[in-house]
């Protein structure tokens, strides 16, 4: 049974920075560095959105609203996927959850911008 822990999550002021880390583990074993990790969010009353995604070989892919504000990524030692957020906005808002490929989500974390 594959788990996915996200961490990081917090309150932080319009133009403030944050970072989650995801961690998915099978058995015991991390499988980060094996597996496509993707970061997704989802804000009150919106569908979940793709917010960035590293492939199982190195590709990363932004949506248009995180591409040059935020950095995703993997960290082979650490066996962790960190998802860099600056300039974080308002619309911001959501939680945030990562999946292990393409299937295994966990429980998300909450980002909350406000002043």
């Known amino acids: 049974q594959v788990h996915v822990q996200e961490s990081g999550g917090g309150l932080v002021q319009p133009g403030g920075s944050l970072i989650l880390s995801c961690a998915a583990s099978?058995?015991?074993?991390?499988?980060?560095?094996?597996?496509?990790i993707g970061w997704y969010r989802q804000a009150p009353g919106k569908q979940r959105e793709l917010v960035a995604l590293?492939?199982?070989?190195?590709?990363?892919d932004y949506a248009d609203f995180a591409q040059g504000r935020f950095i995703i990524s993997r960290d082979n030692v650490e066996k962790r996927v960190y998802l860099l957020m600056n300039d974080l906005l308002i619309e911001d808002t959501a939680v945030y959850y990562c999946?292990?490929?393409?299937?295994?989500w966990g429980q998300g974390t909450q980002v909350t911008v406000s002043s």
């Open positions: 099978e058995a015991s074993e991390s499988i980060v560095s094996d597996a496509a």
């Open positions: 999946v292990a490929g393409g299937i295994h």
């Open positions: 590293v492939s199982r070989l190195g590709r990363h």
